[in-house]
């Protein structure tokens, strides 16, 4: 006679599911070091999501970093930059998130002189990313698409012989821009800013420091406000040519 509604066979089958369940499914796991500097953790202002990075060993040399997702009882954890190495995490970043707490903006560095923009969009205490691409090259490819780039005497394929490219993010996400000015929709718009230059050019050509666009994450659009116009021409250095 059986000891209830569950009977032997069923209790086995469940001891045998729970043993193969993942114990670390939604954690970084043990292989991986915290960083512990408060500095390297931030929470978005409704206090309900805070993100938090690891790093291991890759080789002699270089760590790599993942950048994990928590909720305010450190639960349902979720990795932000599954299946990325070195070449985009190979160092710590910093996080900004947006006034709502529904937008994040990874901050990353990808080497002496080089960085980028990573958009994670928020649902639930999750965020995954928001773009095809990582935003940085989304904003690269707008820049090339208007009529400043054709005095840099570069085409578009060959951005990955610039030097020092980096995008970042104009400091203002947590007022929306108030500081600039600005009265735009909560949250609806990212402010960033491009640079690259002419260094190791033997006969060097014109550069960007500073450039500035919009990136409205409710069209996914960039744009470049009237009011930025004088600031942007002046974005545009040009090597002094010697005198004969």
């Not at 499914?25 to 915290?34: F, I, M, N, Q």
């Not at 951005?159 to 947590?174: A, C, F, K, Y």
């Not at 994450?217 to 960039?222: A, P």
């Not at 470049?224 to 974005?235: L, M, S, Y």
């Amino acid at each position: 006679m059986s000891d209830g509604w569950l009977g032997r066979p069923a209790i086995l089958l469940l001891m045998a599911l729970v043993s193969v369940a993942p114990a670390n499914a939604d954690s970084p796991g043990s292989e991986l070091e915290r960083l512990p500097d408060a500095d390297h953790t931030f929470t978005s202002p409704d206090g309900q999501v805070h993100v938090e990075q690891y790093s291991k060993k890759k080789d002699e040399y270089d760590r790599v970093y993942q950048f994990w997702t928590f909720d305010g009882k450190h639960q349902n954890g979720a990795l932000l930059n599954r299946d990325e190495d070195t070449d985009l995490a190979g160092y710590p970043a910093g996080f900004r998130f947006s006034r709502n707490s529904l937008w994040l903006v990874r901050m990353q560095k990808l080497g002496a002189g080089y960085h980028t923009l990573f958009l994670y969009r928020r649902t639930g205490d999750q965020f995954s990313l928001a773009t095809p691409k990582p935003l940085g090259d989304m904003a690269w490819d707008y820049f090339f698409s208007q009529p400043v780039s054709g005095k840099m005497h570069r085409k578009s394929r060959d951005r990955d012989s610039l030097n020092h490219l980096q995008v970042h993010l104009v400091q203002g996400m947590d007022d929306n821009y108030a500081g600039m000015g600005k009265h735009w929709p909560d949250s609806r718009y990212i402010v960033l800013t491009l640079s690259f230059d002419s260094q190791g050019e033997d006969k060097p050509l014109a550069w960007i420091d500073g450039w500035r666009c919009v990136f409205d994450t409710k069209t996914g659009q960039f744009s470049i406000p009237v009011d930025f116009a004088d600031h942007n021409a002046k974005a545009v250095e040009f090597p002094v040519r010697r005198r004969r």
